[in-house]
């Protein structure tokens, strides 16, 4: 044997490195031939690459014969330890696939020769895959487990397999039939556009079928002699993971389509044409979890054998190279109440603007409903809405004025008007005359006297706001939560009439219709709630982790300028989110009991005494009416929060007028139907 070089040298990526180290003794070419080899293999064109025993066109089409099926996949490719003999030399090369999301791995071995002055490489079928033939190429398959539930409260399924029929006209069963004709003939019968889908069925090639809408089959109203009816159309059952109706928590819950260009592109290698994704709200946040992974196959067959001549074979002509099996997805569990949740959406539906309904159990946390109406147009309001509360964070101001020692009796001075810095505040048209002057501050809480609580801005600084606020789950890190959502901002900083404004929850106040609920909530348990819908977020590898803290950005309207008071204070537009920040002082059960002693007179004297019938257990409230806009009179949204037994909830409508006569009968409604 003549003596042996070794050089060593490795591709990062999809090409040889250019620091090879070389033996300088004239055979340096074996080097060059390597780089040129793997760096065609891993772009998947070696018709560059000399070759002994084929000719290079002809491997180059040999290699896109067997790799086909992996298209549009590439490999990349690592070279190890190339070792020179005199006029022969050999390489082995790492090749790596990303088939399904999962790493196909596997060695090679290339022969070089030395033929003159050139290095060729020695053509082998086998130099693609391991022990591959000529007349085999790779094939693979996929097996997609079934997406996993997502679950309510008591493991209640809120999204599961719900069987469906897609409705279309198959182009193969036309026969001499106007496909024009009958794609517009069921569009009008399913209700869509029906110049849309004609288009659609006149450009689809002749073997097509061409979806036009997907129907449940449970209380479906269009029925199969109806589709049968029309030449080409048909229906195919078929199943897909859906929420008990359309609209129901879609906010929150998100939902499942197949994967769009962008998301198969985004994925990694874990989304192919075809699959279905999450698309907003949990099913996105936590769709690696819901997905489950991919049962991947690759194997090696001789192609164009008939299925009899498959069958006759061992293994139908397979043979594997590569398996993964298929692991299902994990169900996501959440505290949503099926009924409640249902109950909030129902009361919204007729609600034209934006609007939410959050219900939690303050003695866990526990996110009950979470209903963004249909004026909210998809936007989650309900959880992620930024929007000025008005009158209902007068909970924040009361809390601060009792720890400077106050009590629900101590006397404050309410008058009809108060100018700050040369701005004229106001109480709200219809405020009772004989609550006007001194009164307790149960009185001017319950009839939400704005002059009182702007009096009140010299015992109460902006900072303590910020804090107190905090003492009651406001602008808090919420890591139990599991999804993400706005959960307030209450600036630390502000003077003037910017302060004043923020005492009667407007300025740069900001607060989701969420963590008002939160606010509310607080009182009722008698300590800061810290609110929770995703029981089980700890998921399997790849899961997305919770973003319990995380902020969302503003809807359209919730970033118009949420104004800085009532009269002619200055707006103040903001979509900043709430950095987390620790909960300062908790709230003790002696604050909360003065604070639901005054939410209960808003009942009892105050403005919302038509609340005085719900049955059970007494309701405590607060409305809110917050201005924003530039309009004059300005137009505000209405809140209205509540606490009943071991419930906690708040009512909000995007440009609903008061919080009393907007907000309220529809949380009397609410409260009501949940008994």
């Known amino acids: 044997m003549g003596k042996k070089h070794i050089l060593t040298f490795g591709l990062t990526g999809l090409v040889l490195a250019a620091s090879l180290v070389a033996c300088d003794d004239g055979r340096s070419g074996a080097q060059d031939a390597a780089n040129k080899l793997a760096s ?42 190339l070792t020179v003999d005199k006029d022969t030399a050999t390489l082995p090369l790492d090749i790596s696939w990303t088939i399904g999301g999962s790493e196909w791995k596997y060695t090679v071995s290339a022969q070089l020769k030395k033929a003159g002055d050139t290095w060729q490489t020695v053509w082998k079928p086998d130099l693609l895959a391991p022990g591959l033939t000529d007349t085999e190429v790779l094939a693979t398959s996929t097996q997609a487990p079934q997406r996993a539930d997502i679950l309510g409260a008591g493991d209640v399924p809120l999204v599961t397999s719900r069987a469906v029929v897609n409705v279309g006209i198959d182009k193969t069963t036309l026969g001499g039939a106007d496909p024009a004709a009958s794609a517009a003939k069921l569009a009008a019968l399913v209700g869509v556009d029906p110049a849309g889908y004609t288009q659609q069925v006149q450009a689809a090639g002749p073997q097509a079928f061409v979806a036009a809408i997907t129907l449940r089959q449970d209380g479906r109203t269009v029925t199969d002699e109806q589709i049968a009816a029309i030449p080409g159309a048909r229906a195919i059952a078929d199943a897909l993971p859906l929420a008990p109706t359309r609209t129901f928590a879609r906010a929150v819950l998100g939902s499942v389509a197949e994967a769009s260009a962008e998301q198969i592109e985004k994925s990694g290698g874990a989304l192919k044409n075809g699959d279905s994704t999450g698309t907003g709200g949990l099913q996105q946040q936590y769709d690696a979890r819901l997905r489950g ?89 309900a959880m992620l809405g930024q929007y000025a509360p008005g009158s209902i964070f007068k909970i924040v101001d009361s809390l601060a004025l009792i720890r400077g020692g106050m009590t629900p009796d101590s006397k404050v001075d309410c008058p009809a008007t108060l100018e700050v810095d040369g701005r004229t505040f106001k109480n709200a048209e219809g405020y009772p005359a004989s609550s006007l002057g001194s009164v307790a501050l149960r009185d001017a809480f319950a009839h939400s006297c704005n002059t009182a609580f702007i009096n009140a801005r010299d015992k109460v600084s902006q900072a303590q706001l910020e804090s107190t606020a905090a003492s009651l789950g406001v602008g808090v890190d919420a890591p139990k939560l599991g999804a993400a959502a706005f959960l307030g901002s209450v600036p630390g900083q502000a003077g003037g009439t910017e302060h004043a404004a923020s005492m009667i929850g407007q300025g740069k106040v900001l607060l989701s219709p969420l963590v008002a ?56 537009t903001s979509s900043a989110t709430a950095a987390p920040t ?10 909360a009991a003065s604070l639901a002693d005054m939410m209960r007179a808003v009942i009892t004297s105050g403005h919302a005494g038509f609340l005085a019938s719900v049955p059970g257990a007494p309701v405590g409230a607060k409305t ?3 201005e924003f806009g530039s309009d004059n009179p300005p137009k505000t949204h209405a809140w209205i929060v509540a606490t009943h037994g071991d419930l906690a909830v708040a009512v909000f409508v995007e440009d609903g007028g008061l919080g009393a006569t907007t907000s309220g009968p529809l949380l009397k409604e609410f409260l009501t139907g949940a008994g």
């Open 293 to 381: 992974t991919d049962g991947v196959q690759v194997f090696a067959q001789v192609p164009g054998l008939t299925p009899e001549q498959r069958q006759a074979q061992p293994n139908a002509g397979r043979r594997m190279l590569f398996q993964v099996a298929m692991k299902p997805g994990a169900p996501l569990k959440t505290t949503l109440d099926p009924k409640l949740q249902q109950l909030a959406e129902d009361t919204l539906a007729k609600v034209g603007p934006a609007s939410a309904i959050v219900a939690l159990r303050p003695s866990s946390g526990a996110v009950l409903a979470a209903a963004s109406g249909p004026g909210s147009n998809g936007y989650d309001t």
């Open 40 to 81: 065609g293999l891993s772009a998947l064109d070696v018709g560059a690459v000399p070759f002994q025993g084929k000719d290079s066109s002809a491997a180059n089409d040999r290699l896109h014969e067997a790799f086909k099926a992996l298209e549009p996949a590439k490999p990349t490719v690592h070279g190890g330890d």
């Open 517 to 572: 609920a939160v606010m509310a909530g607080s009182v009722a348990k008698g300590a800061p709630v810290s609110p929770v819908l995703v029981t089980n977020p700890d998921a399997p590898a790849g899961t997305p982790g919770t973003t319990a803290g995380a902020t969302g950005s503003a809807s359209p309207a919730a970033t118009a300028a949420a104004s800085a008071s009532a009269s002619g204070s200055p707006g103040a």
């Open 582 to 591: 620790a909960s300062g002082t908790p709230l003790t059960p002696a604050e």
């Open 624 to 626: 809110g009416t917050a």
